[in-house]
């Protein structure tokens, strides 16, 4: 793995922005329990003194926040990072533990909500590939690679229906309307389905064709803002086809009609 230190150059004063020295204390307190726990439930951190991982610069930290998820097995994981991530947002902290990365947000409701929660759910379900493209795209925004940023957010969402449909390849507008095609819509007026996966989904399509695509030329200059807009579709594309999915495939286990293939899309 690489670890947070080698992906980012930042100074601890534009990790630690948002916090003065006590709450930066207390802060690492509430790490150095968690770190030392056999277990990783989210009741169990506490404030105690800290004599070693209290010392580290936040940099460092990271680093060991990471390599500790990447030691762990299975539901170990999720455990350990549900409870970072317990602490970070108790604490107003704007950095959150992805998938085994340390990540920075924003204060927007997408940033601190969804998107934790949408890529928990990809990692249960086994949507990695999807994961590993959302996390670079959140890395190329780190590093004002705007362009790279909407590219690996188109390229996420992308990932995610094919896992849907079990399909190789394919655009998103393509999977999108094989998807119409095959009834996943199908609590959504029928007069209106295709129009609907036409016009909300593909926006992520439109943003990379026509704004970050390669006949844009590599001097255009593409603003943050377009980015953030980009990963935020995507992070929302995301929540809404992890609970659809999830949805589909509770009413096929709880249905013993031998007609279940019909009201299943995939």
């Known amino acids: ?35 030392d726990e056999d277990t990783f439930s989210e ?34 994981k999720l455990e350990f990072q549900r409870a970072i991530n317990v602490i970070f947002k108790e604490s ?3 950095w959150r533990l992805i998938d085994g990365h340390i990540i920075g947000i924003d204060s927007s409701y997408v940033q601190r909500e969804i ?9 249960i379900e086994g949507f990695d590939e999807a994961i590993k493209e959302f996390n670079k795209a959140q890395h190329a925004l780190i590093t004002k690679k705007y362009k790279l940023a909407i590219h690996y957010a188109c390229k996420s969402f992308e990932s995610n229906l094919k896992v849907v449909l079990g399909e ?11 998807l119409t095609e095959k009834g996943f819509f199908y609590d959504f007026p029928a007069d209106a389905d295709q129009s609907f996966g036409d016009n909300v989904f593909t926006a992520l399509d439109f943003i990379r064709n026509r704004i970050a695509g390669h006949a844009q030329g590599d001097n255009v200059e593409i603003g943050e803002e377009y980015a953030k807009l980009a990963i935020n579709l995507a992070a929302v594309y995301h929540a809404f086809f992890m609970d659809k999915y999830q949805a589909c495939r509770t009413s096929y286990t709880q249905e013993s009609d031998s007609d279940i293939e019909d ?3 995939f």
Request: aromatic share 12%; hydrophobic share 40%; no cysteine.
């Open 115 to 123: 998107i934790p929660l949408s890529l928990e759910k990809m990692k």
């Open 92 to 94: 107003m902290f704007p």
């Open 43 to 76: 009741e169990n951190y506490s404030l105690i003194d800290y004599e070693y991982y209290g010392e580290r610069e936040w940099i460092e930290l990271f680093d060991i926040l990471e390599y500790k998820y990447d030691s762990l097995l299975g539901v170990e």
């Open 263 to 265: 009201y299943i899309p």
């Open 168 to 178: 190789q390849k394919g655009t998103a507008k393509q999977l999108i309307d094989k």
């Open 1 to 35: 793995m690489i670890p947070f230190s080698a992906r980012y150059n930042m100074s601890i004063e534009e990790i630690t922005a948002v916090l003065n020295e006590g709450d930066t204390n207390k802060l690492k307190r509430m790490i150095s329990k968690l770190l």
